[in-house]
Structures are given as structure tokens and as C-alpha cells.
């Protein structure tokens, strides 16, 4: 494995490709062996691309693997801390999806804690996603023309800067294959309604105590957060299927957010 990580390395920076070795020579190689080549010889324009210092930032984020017990359980219990979408059956999803080349989701590993194993050095999580459910080509498209953010979770004890450099991280992934394309034109998202936070009327900020939740601070909005980073708002509708602690069921009106990327 070293020397096919050494090839990587030395074909993405000098240019020039290594002498081909005869495939006789690789018939010694047991069958996990030979599994391992052909991995590696597969994902050479992967790793070359993400070893691109066009890409600087993608180091913050890593790719999950949820064929792996260890990291499965990590994403189930994160998604636990985080309140929704918290069902093993949500995680088989997300799989399903990932194999089939529709997600991509990655571990947010901030440099304080890239020397830790798995799951410890993992302070949250993130998705991008080309196929909505049900179908929406203004969100997400099928040739990642259009990619969806999803599921932005950062633990509590390391909040504070870290989500928006997971985002910026994220805009540059939308470029790279298979996660993304060149073709990528934008980025959307869809988030609470701003007016859940700013207006105090019964029909916005009041729907807080039917829930029996504090309302949040204003100039907190979700919204309003990834509006600083460059997201543009260009229409509202009810969206969030949620219930008040009564029983009545409500659909609350989501904002949905666009930024178009640069070339």
C-alpha cells in the first residue's frame, strides 16, 4: 500500500507517470492484495484531486464510510445529540444513497483533533446531496449542476466557527468528482424561516411556547447565518412537518437559500 501512496503522490505534483510494472509481476500477490491495487489504482483521480492545493480546505472534511460499524454508530449517535433524522433506519438510508453516488457526507475533523482515531477526532458531520425525495431540480439535480447542503450537525463542545468553515470546505468538494462536478453552478439550501426568530407575532415567534421551547435570540436565524456567507434567499413555503405539545400538527415555513459558485 505505501508504494501505491508514494505513486499517488509523485504522479499528482511532478506530472509524469511511473513505469508501468508488468501485470505478471503482481500474480505473487495474495487476494486481499490484489483488492488493495485495484482500489488504489481506481481512486488515483480521487486522491489526486483532493491532494490539489486548489483545495486547501477539504483537509477539515473526510469522507464517512458507513459500511463501517464504527463510523455508523458515530453518525447514529450524533444524529441523537442532534434531534431529528436519528433512527437507524434514517442511517440505512443515507447509505443507500451514498452507494448509489446521491450523498456524500463527511466527517468535520478540525485540526485539534486530526491525530485522534475514529470516531474521537470527529466533531460533526455534514452532506451534500445531487437527488431530493421526492424530486426538486431548483434544490438538487440528478448531473450535480445543483447540489443540496444537508444535515449540518456540530457537538456543543466545538461550536463557535467551526460550521462555517465546514460550509466554506463544503462549496469546494461541490467541484471535485464523484462528490461533485466541475459543472457545479450552485449550492442551495433550505432553512427555518428568519420570521420564526425576528417577528414576535402568534403565527411566528409565538409557535416557540406551543412547543414549549424558549423562543432563540433574535439575529440567531439559521437563515441569517448562512446569509452572511453568501446564500440569497429567493422564496419561502411551508415545508418542516412538526407538532405542538397539544397534539395539532403544523407544517412550518422554510426559507430557501441559494450562492452560485465561481468558475
Given at each position: 500500500m505505501a508504494s501505491d501512496c508514494r505513486d499517488v503522490r509523485w504522479r499528482c505534483f511532478s506530472g509524469r507517470r511511473p513505469a508501468r510494472r508488468p501485470l505478471q509481476s503482481f500474480r505473487h500477490l495474495s487476494p486481499r492484495e490484489s483488492r488493495y491495487l485495484v482500489t488504489a489504482t481506481l481512486r488515483l483521480p480521487t486522491l489526486c484531486s483532493l491532494i490539489s492545493p486548489h483545495n486547501k480546505m477539504s483537509s477539515l472534511l473526510q469522507i464517512i464510510d458507513l459500511h463501517d460499524p464504527v463510523e455508523f454508530d458515530e453518525l447514529l449517535h450524533q444524529r441523537d445529540l442532534c434531534g431529528w433524522?436519528?433512527?437507524?433506519?434514517?442511517?440505512?438510508?443515507?447509505?443507500?444513497?451514498?452507494?448509489?453516488?446521491?450523498?456524500?457526507?463527511?466527517?468535520?475533523?478540525?485540526?485539534?483533533?486530526a491525530h485522534l482515531p475514529l470516531p474521537d477526532r470527529c466533531a460533526g458531520h455534514i452532506a451534500l446531496v445531487s437527488e431530493m425525495s421526492p424530486p426538486n431540480e431548483e434544490l438538487a439535480r440528478p448531473d450535480k449542476s445543483i447540489l443540496y447542503i444537508s444535515s449540518l450537525f456540530i457537538r456543543p463542545e466545538h461550536r463557535g466557527g467551526l460550521g462555517r468553515k465546514a460550509v466554506q470546505a463544503l462549496e469546494s468538494w461541490a467541484k471535485i468528482p464523484p462528490y461533485g462536478s466541475p459543472h457545479c453552478e450552485a449550492i442551495t439550501l433550505t432553512a427555518l424561516d428568519r420570521r420564526y426568530t425576528e417577528d414576535d407575532s402568534e403565527e411566528w415567534g409565538g409557535v416557540w411556547a406551543r412547543f414549549g421551547q424558549q423562543a432563540p435570540k433574535k439575529g440567531s436565524s439559521t437563515e441569517d447565518w448562512y446569509a452572511r456567507m453568501g446564500y440569497v434567499k429567493w422564496k419561502s413555503q411551508p415545508m418542516f412537518d412538526e407538532q405542538f405539545l397539544d397534539g395539532t400538527k403544523i407544517k412550518l415555513v422554510a426559507a430557501f437559500l441559494r450562492k452560485t459558485l465561481r468558475e
Open positions: 433524522d436519528k433512527m437507524a433506519s434514517d442511517i440505512e438510508a443515507w447509505r443507500t444513497a451514498m452507494d448509489a453516488g446521491t450523498r456524500a457526507m463527511f466527517w468535520i475533523v478540525p485540526p485539534s483533533l
